[in-house]
């Protein structure tokens, strides 16, 4: 019996399979993904009834499009090794590409959904473009057609820009950090916007533009970003991230310079508008100055004078006007009223007549005169006329008639 030692068996078994499966192809499932320290990255490779352990080092693992990720069906190009300390045997990718579609494309999504999730395709965050730039920065290559025709395409519509071309690598290993580097020296100078661009061509011509340090650069820049890459078809990292998309280079300057003859048009048509305007405004101007114009001669002093005057006159007229017709109600009422206080004067004037003829009669009756002549004088004491009634026993009076004054005592009286 030939007896082997454990190593001797390992490198056997080591040798025949490695010389057995040189290239192998694989579908599975991705789990337990470990990414090392040194950059080799360990996985295990499933389906429902069994798995292979595999590893992918530093060198191929930089090649890899895609992320990988935890259940991730995909196809494996590599070859059986077996790792002789341990008697383990595994499989060294050299590739992998996702299961029913391409790295690339796979890649393009889980870039996509990053950069979603960081935000960087939020439309509140972008920027808004100026609708007359002064200078522009062009970050294409120098020697490409898209070029031309943006320069063309600017010629035409609006010459008073300022255009700085930054040739670039737009494919290739560096083209991506040749665009990067591009970004950051543009966006430190005062241009109004930059623009990313070139002509078409595969996805793998284009990749450059859905790299993630390039969707960075674009994300961080001040200045507003046109991204203006491939066909109308195209859709890339850089569209999603830049401020504004253009679907070729020819219609990124379409998009962002204004036309000079619409501007021609449109200076006319404002220039027709501030005429028009003019004109509103001056004959409102001279239809409100002719109605303060009236309310000035309506409203001034001579109108003032003239109109109080009026007024006066109307005043006074009404006022005569409603004396006189107080004067007639009053000569219509006091007409009666007189005829009646002539009749009771005539009445009062005779019954006064009528007294002052008795207090005449009376007075003559009683005048001392008349008296003395019948025999009778006047009796008086202390200087006042009395009667015979007042005087007491004792008393002094006098009797006096026009000529004389008796100076006589009452000795004694006596009633009849």
């Not at 499932?29 to 352990?53: A, C, P, Q, W």
Request: glycine share 6%.
């Amino acid at each position: 019996m030939n007896t082997l030692s454990v190593s001797s068996l390992n490198e056997q078994i080591k040798t025949l399979l490695e010389s057995s499966f040189v290239r192998v192809f694989v579908e599975g499932e991705l789990s337990r993904i470990t990414h090392h320290n040194s950059g080799h990255i360990y996985f295990t490779l499933k389906d429902s009834s069994s798995s292979i352990k595999c590893v992918m080092f530093k060198g191929n693992a930089a090649k890899l499009r895609f992320k990988l990720e935890e259940g991730l069906k995909v196809i494996l190009d590599g070859a059986v090794t077996v790792y002789k300390p341990r008697g383990e045997y595994q499989i060294n990718c050299f590739m992998i590409e996702p299961s029913g579609q391409g790295a690339l494309a796979l890649a393009f999504e889980q870039l996509k959904q990053k950069l979603s999730q960081k935000g960087y395709f939020n439309p509140e965050i972008k920027k808004p473009l100026p609708k007359f730039p002064r200078k522009i920065a062009l970050i294409t290559s120098a020697t490409g057609a898209a070029l031309q025709d943006m320069l063309r395409v600017a010629g035409q519509r609006y010459k008073l820009v300022e255009i700085d071309i930054y040739d670039v690598l737009v494919q290739g290993n560096t083209s991506a950090q040749s665009i990067v580097d591009a970004l950051h020296v543009s966006d430190k100078k005062d241009y109004d916007i930059i623009v990313l661009s070139r002509g078409g061509g595969s996805i793998e011509d284009l990749w450059s533009f859905n790299e993630e340090i390039v969707a960075d650069a674009i994300f961080e820049a001040e200045t507003p970003i046109v991204s203006a890459v491939g066909h109308e078809i195209d859709y890339l990292i850089s569209d999603f991230v830049a401020d504004l998309r253009a679907p070729t280079p020819s219609a990124a300057m379409q998009m962002i310079l204004p036309d000079t003859n619409e501007l021609y048009q449109y200076i006319d048509n404002i220039a027709g508008s501030y005429h028009n305007l003019i004109d509103s405004k001056i004959y409102n101007f001279s239809q409100a100055l002719s109605h303060i114009k009236k309310l000035y001669e309506q409203n001034s002093i001579e109108e003032r004078i003239r109109q109080k005057k009026a007024e006066v006159t109307q005043l006074g007229e009404r006022f005569n006007q409603t004396i006189e017709f107080k004067l007639q109600n009053l000569r219509r009422d006091l007409e009666p009223l007189h005829v009646r206080l002539s009749h009771q004067m005539q009445t009062i004037l005779s019954q006064k007549q009528n007294r002052l003829n008795s207090l005449k009669e009376n007075l003559l009756s009683n005048d001392p005169k008349k008296r003395v002549v019948s025999g009778f004088a006047q009796i008086s004491k202390d200087g006042k006329v009395t009667s015979l009634e007042e005087l007491h026993v004792d008393e002094s009076f006098d009797l006096m008639n026009e000529r004389l004054k008796v100076t006589s005592k009452v000795i004694g009286i006596k009633e009849f």
